[in-house]
């Protein structure tokens, strides 16, 4: 069974600096990644997707990248800010269409 | 706008109540989900749709039917919902067909339900 882990499960940091989030699966026949925000008791918001020929997507302040060989995805968030703190989850896309989600990492980001 | 919408939002209800909860997407998506999302278990699916007529389970379908009619809708049944079914659950859809699966999904704000 295709496992998705999430490191760090949680994070706080002071504002300004940089945010590195990890993604690690088992399986490299993936369709796509995606990483989501989610804050508490909220639905799940799209922030950046790699289809599994690209290797990193960039957009604004968010990047990340996928090297399937290796069965890793990285977010990296710069120069973060307090509106910056929610759950981030990563979830992959198998080949029947099924998304599969990590455990999420909380981040905190203090003033 | 594009996007995924559950009804209701929040849902109290008592053991052995049926009850459906609505999802709609204006995207012309084929692919349609239901996720329960609980502390310390995750996201996990519940059913999925391919296309009108064409649902299957995920991993956890006990207790749960769908029904998909129409390609805008995808109702989540609970015929008698029971407390371990308090869960918060979301809608997905995503343009995907069978070898084309390079677009991502768009969730629904979720519907937290509550069975007492």
């Known amino acids: 069974k295709q496992e998705v882990t999430q490191i760090p499960a949680a994070l706080s940091v002071p504002e300004g600096e940089n945010l590195v989030l990890n993604c690690s699966f088992t399986d490299s026949a993936i369709y796509n990644l995606q990483w989501f925000r989610q804050d508490p008791g909220k639905g799940l918001t799209s922030l950046l997707l790699?289809?599994?020929?690209?290797r990193e997507q960039t957009s604004g302040r968010l990047n990340a990248s996928l090297d399937k060989s290796s069965g890793r995805s990285t977010l990296y968030i710069a120069a973060s800010q307090p509106g910056d703190s929610a759950t981030y989850l990563c979830?992959?896309?198998?080949?029947?269409?099924?998304?599969?989600f990590g455990a999420g990492t909380q981040v905190v980001v203090t003033p | 706008e594009a996007q995924v919408t559950q009804n209701p939002r929040y849902l109290i209800t008592v053991t052995g109540k049926k009850l459906t909860v609505t999802c709609s997407q204006n995207m012309n998506h084929e692919y349609m989900s239901w996720y329960r999302q609980d502390p310390g278990l995750g996201l996990r699916q519940i059913y999925y749709?391919?296309?009108?007529?064409?649902?299957d389970k995920g991993d956890v379908p006990e207790g749960y039917k769908v029904s998909r009619k129409e390609k805008r809708n995808f109702p989540l049944i609970l015929e008698s919902p029971s407390p371990n079914q308090t869960s918060l659950y979301f809608c997905a859809s995503s343009p995907l067909s069978m070898g084309a699966a390079n677009y991502g999904y768009t969730f629904g704000s979720g519907t937290r339900l509550t069975v007492v």
């Open positions: 790699i289809q599994s020929s690209q």
């Open positions: 979830a992959f896309t198998d080949s029947w269409g099924k998304l599969q």
């Open positions: 749709s391919m296309n009108v007529e064409v649902t």
